[in-house]
């Protein structure tokens, strides 16, 4: 328990360190399908569907696949760092998503099948990635993409994303991942298309939630 409790501390810090200085319009795609313990994520590589479209709106497009908790650890400083370089942020995860009422994991590609309480030692902390997003308040857009296949969980868990203390200024959609990565391709880079409209006219299956506001959108055209 002690060392599920340093892992998770130490992960917490590795993406929650001081703030860097930059300029740069940054897709961050991060993509868990092949798992060992559980049925495959087979839709998680759906994410990477947009990236001609990011790129053609200038954005860089950086995507890591199948994290383990060794890779995740090994990756953390870096994911931190890309965020808080650049000054508007898209953040696209996939894969098998889990939740307690108040946190949600992407789960690394080794993950168990664990209770609750120790879930953190085989996950990617969504509620710390939007706290990172924070600091790009009106600038950034999560989207959390979740296979269709249910698993069977430890106690006190649930699959799929729990939209709880989402930060101010951090708009989030989560729904399944191909229509997530078509929202992202024909919506909301969409020249002129505001993130309010996104939301209000999202396709069944795709929540919003989160900072939704009617005339700000990622690429410009609003008059």
């Given at each position: 328990?002690?060392?599920?409790?340093?892992?998770?501390?130490?992960?917490?810090?590795?993406?929650?360190?001081?703030?860097?200085?930059?300029?740069?319009?940054?897709?961050?795609?991060?993509?868990?399908?092949?798992?060992?313990?559980?049925?495959?994520?087979?839709?998680?590589?759906?994410?990477t569907?947009?990236?001609?479209?990011l790129?053609?709106?200038?954005?860089?497009?950086?995507?890591?696949?199948?994290?383990?908790?060794?890779?995740?650890?090994?990756?953390?400083?870096?994911?931190?760092?890309?965020?808080?370089?650049?000054?508007?942020?898209?953040?696209?995860?996939?894969?098998?998503?889990?939740?307690?009422?108040?946190e949600?994991?992407?789960?690394?590609?080794?993950?168990?099948?664990?209770?609750?309480?120790?879930?953190?030692?085989?996950?990617?902390?969504?509620?710390?990635?939007?706290?990172?997003l924070?600091?790009?308040?009106?600038?950034?857009?999560?989207?959390?993409?979740?296979?269709?296949?249910?698993?069977?969980?430890?106690?006190?868990?649930?699959?799929?994303?729990?939209?709880?203390?989402?930060?101010?200024?951090?708009?989030?959609?989560?729904?399944?991942?191909?229509?997530?990565?078509?929202?992202?391709?024909?919506?909301?880079?969409?020249?002129?298309?505001?993130?309010?409209?996104?939301?209000?006219?999202?396709?069944?299956?795709?929540?919003?939630?989160?900072?939704?506001?009617?005339?700000?959108?990622?690429?410009?055209?609003?008059?």
């Amino acid at each position: 328990m002690a060392a599920i409790r340093m892992f998770t501390v130490c992960l917490a810090l590795a993406l929650a360190g001081a703030p860097a200085q930059g300029a740069e319009s940054l897709a961050l795609i991060i993509a868990n399908q092949s798992y060992k313990d559980f049925g495959d994520a087979r839709d998680a590589f759906d994410a990477t569907l947009a990236n001609d479209a990011l790129r053609a709106a200038g954005y860089q497009v950086k995507t890591i696949r199948n994290l383990s908790r060794k890779g995740l650890a090994k990756a953390a400083p870096g994911i931190r760092a890309d965020i808080e370089d650049a000054d508007q942020v898209i953040l696209f995860i996939s894969g098998h998503i889990v939740s307690t009422a108040r946190e949600s994991w992407l789960l690394t590609t080794d993950a168990k099948r664990q209770d609750g309480l120790v879930a953190g030692a085989y996950g990617l902390p969504i509620h710390v990635l939007a706290d990172l997003l924070a600091d790009k308040a009106g600038a950034a857009v999560l989207l959390v993409g979740q296979s269709g296949s249910v698993q069977r969980l430890g106690k006190g868990l649930t699959y799929g994303f729990a939209a709880a203390a989402i930060p101010q200024g951090v708009t989030v959609f989560a729904g399944r991942t191909g229509d997530l990565a078509d929202l992202l391709r024909d919506a909301l880079l969409s020249p002129g298309t505001s993130i309010g409209e996104v939301a209000q006219n999202a396709p069944a299956g795709v929540t919003a939630y989160g900072f939704l506001p009617s005339r700000l959108g990622l690429v410009p055209g609003l008059s």
